[in-house]
């Protein structure tokens, strides 16, 4: 399923506070978008509106066509990986990536079939009997993606999947995920970070996010170029970081030259 996501004009509250502030941003089929910003931007709370876990006050979600805003969560066609895997501990590791196709009605002759396919594509198929805590973070994490893939989602939510992992690991990791998004180019991913090289690598585009606004948007390569704010200028402007794509359409960061225009900041 190829759908794309749509902000129009989404605002989340809690009590008095504005965390979200007239969102509009579109993520294309089959695009990577990261949420790029600092703590407590706001990033969490868009990815969560999507997911349907947040009410927007004002504003609609669409995710394809579909106007997804009063919908359940489990109606809206998403995977969603979080920093801590939230794997049950008490299930092997087949039965947590079953556990969210139960939850979608899946028919249960598909089952066993997807397990192995989204457990193949993570690389984990040979721990599908295993127990959450005899695997390491890194692996933990696979099995979370793994559990997101297996629905078969036209839309992926990321927020900070590789933030609890330790530097090595987070590059093999961030490697897998750029491999898994060209296997799966049709599935549209939202990707929250608060990690430059992260959004820079894996990203098309970065919505940068401040203060509950979204302040830029763009290629990694217009918001160097061209920030519309000093903010964006300050979270991206690092040339040494650019991505340049080398072959297979893998990405390294780094060795871009680039004009650079300062003039409307
Ligand atoms: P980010 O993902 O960019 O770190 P969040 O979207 O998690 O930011 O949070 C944005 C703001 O909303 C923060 O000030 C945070 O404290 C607040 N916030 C998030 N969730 C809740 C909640 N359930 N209740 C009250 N405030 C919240």
């Known amino acids: 399923m190829s759908s794309g996501i749509r902000f129009d004009g989404v605002s989340v509250a809690y009590g008095s506070a504005t965390v979200l502030d007239s969102l509009d941003l579109t993520v294309e089929p089959g695009e990577v978008m990261a ?48 920093q801590q895997y939230a794997l ?16 979608q009605k899946v028919a249960k002759s598909e089952i066993p079939g997807r397990v192995s396919e989204a457990l193949e594509m993570t690389g984990m198929a040979a721990y599908a009997r295993r127990y959450p805590r005899e695997l390491s973070g890194g692996q933990q994490q696979r099995v979370a993606i793994a559990r997101a893939l297996a629905i078969r989602p036209g839309v992926l939510l990321l927020d900070e999947p590789l933030s609890a992992l330790d ?10 995920l750029a491999r898994l998004h060209r296997e799966l180019p049709e599935v549209s991913i939202l990707y929250v970070t608060h990690d430059q090289v992260e959004a820079l690598t894996l990203a098309d585009r970065i919505a940068v996010m401040d203060k509950a606004r979204l302040q830029d948007c763009g290629t990694p390569q217009e918001l160097y170029r061209s920030p519309r704010t000093e903010f964006t200028a300050s979270f991206v402007g690092n040339a040494n970081l650019l991505p340049v794509r080398v072959g297979d359409g893998q990405v390294r960061l780094g060795e871009a030259e680039l004009k650079v225009d300062t003039a409307g900041v």
């Open 35 to 82: 949420l790029l910003g600092p703590s407590g931007s706001g990033k969490t709370t868009a990815l969560r509106a999507v997911a349907g876990f947040v009410r927007p006050v004002r504003g609609r979600v669409f995710i394809g066509d579909r106007d997804v805003t009063e919908l359940p969560p489990h109606r809206r066609g998403i995977g969603m990986v979080v």
């Open 88 to 103: 049950f501990p008490h299930l092997r590791v087949a039965d947590n990536v079953a556990f969210g196709m139960k939850a």
């Open 167 to 176: 530097a090595q690991l987070r590059s093999g990791m961030l490697a897998e």
